[in-house]
Structure formats: C-alpha cells, structure tokens
T-cell receptor, first 113, second 115 residues
Framework: AQSVAQPEDQVNVAEGNPLTVKCTYS??????LFWYVQYPNRGLQFLLK??????LVKGSYGFEAEFNKSQTSFHLKKPSALVSDSALYFC???????????FGTGTSLTVIP | KAGVTQTPRYLIKTRGQQVTLSCSPI?????VSWYQQTPGQGLQFLFE???????NKGNFPGRFSGRQFSNSRSEMNVSTLELGDSALYLC??????????????FGPGTRLTVT
C-alpha cells in the first residue's frame, strides 16, 4: 500500500532560523513527490515537486526539498523562516504508473517573531 | 488563467439530507479529484474523474458519488448526510497525464457542516 508519513503534527521555529518539515513515504516503483501549503480558509497551493534528476528541488517562496531514496524521505526546507511561512504543509506522493495522490496528515508550521 | 473554482463555499445541512458540490477546473485540465479534509485526518481521497470517467476511487461509502461533464466540470454528491460528513471538501484539477508528472491545483474548498 502507498502511504505518506509526516511525523510531526506541529513545528515551531524562530523567524530567521532554518526550518525543516519532515516527510517519509512508502510507495512501490519510482515516486513522484510533492509539497503543498495551505493557508487558513484556503485550498492547497503547490510548492514544489520531485520527478527525477537532482535530489535537491527548489520551489516557490524560497522553499526547497531534498529527496533521499535510501531513507525514502522528502523533507521540506528553508534557510531562513518568515512569519508569513506559518501555515499547514502537506507532503504527497504519486506512483509513476498511477494517477492517484496520497497525502500526509499535514504539519502545522508556526514561525515565531 | 482562472484557477479552480468551487461552489458553494459554505453549506449547512441537516442529517439525512443530500448535498451536491460543484467544481470547475482550470481550463484545459481534464482530471478532477475530490478530497475530504478533516482535522487530524489530513486529506482523504474520494475519487478522480478523467474525461467523464471515474478513474480512481478512495475508500468511502457509496453515499459519496460524483460525475464529470464533457466540459470537465465535476459535481460531488453526498446522500443521507451524517454528522461525520462535516468537513472541508476540496477539488483539484490537473492535466491528468498518464504518468502522473503533473501537479494538482486546488480550489478553495466547500465547508460542509452537518447538524
């Protein structure tokens, strides 16, 4: 079965500090990996995706994510957090042979001024 | 290019009633997926439609159904509403490429409250 795990429900970080939001996955075959962000009362917004190639993927708003095949992880990172980054973050995976997305349960990020 | 739109944005229904939610995808997108979002459960996949055909289905009871029209617009129906159906229902559209490389674009959601 395909699944995505976000082990932390809540992450707090001080403004200006680096942030990491963790994601691990379990999927057969080669995965396509995605990060989405959700602001209050809004739908999800696409941040970045990994398809193939360079393990470090750069996305919107200064975010990046590192794909690690041996650890089956796809952690979201940002060198310097902003208060406006406070939101709910979702990791998602899709098999390269399928069309269905599998989402994690989300991690609430709070950036403290 | 206009984004994904969902109507209505908010809905209050009573137990036993039925409800229909609507989703208009981004122009050119042929795949529409529906998700149920509840606190602590994350996004639960309901179903995906592509070119008017249901291509994938999640693990929800038969009370949840959907359809897609020739213009790619989609509707989701929930019959015999239960209190546990209260949630944010999200619609997402994508090109629907067979190899799944394309990302999904989400609408703002419909907040359904069942009393």
């Amino acid at each position: 079965a395909q699944s995505v795990a976000q082990p932390e429900d809540q992450v707090n970080v001080a403004e200006g500090n680096p942030l990491t939001v963790k994601c691990t996955y379990s999927v057969s075959g080669n995965p396509y990996l995605f990060w989405y962000v959700q602001y209050p009362n809004r739908g999800l917004q696409f941040l970045l995706k990994y398809i193939t190639g360079d393990n470090l993927v750069k996305g919107s708003y200064g975010f990046e994510a590192e794909f690690n095949k041996s650890q089956t992880s796809f952690h979201l990172k940002k060198p310097s957090a902003l208060v406006s980054d406070s939101a709910l973050y979702f990791c998602a995976v899709r098999r390269n042979t399928g069309n269905q997305f599998y989402f994690g349960t989300g991690t609430s990020l709070t950036v403290i001024p | 290019k206009a984004g994904v739109t969902q109507t209505p944005r908010y809905l209050i229904k009573t137990r036993g009633q039925q409800v229909t939610l609507s989703c208009s995808p981004i122009s050119g997108h042929r795949s529409v997926s529906w998700y149920q979002q509840t606190p602590g459960q994350g996004l639960q996949f309901l179903f995906e439609y592509f070119s008017e055909t249901q291509r994938n289905k999640g693990n929800f009871p038969g009370r949840f159904s959907g359809r897609q029209f020739s213009n790619s617009r989609s509707e989701m129906n929930v019959s015999t509403l239960e209190l546990g159906d209260s949630a944010l229902y999200l619609c997402a559209s994508s090109l629907g490429l067979r190899q799944g490389r394309d990302e999904q674009y989400f609408g703002p959601g419909t907040r359904l409250t069942v009393t």
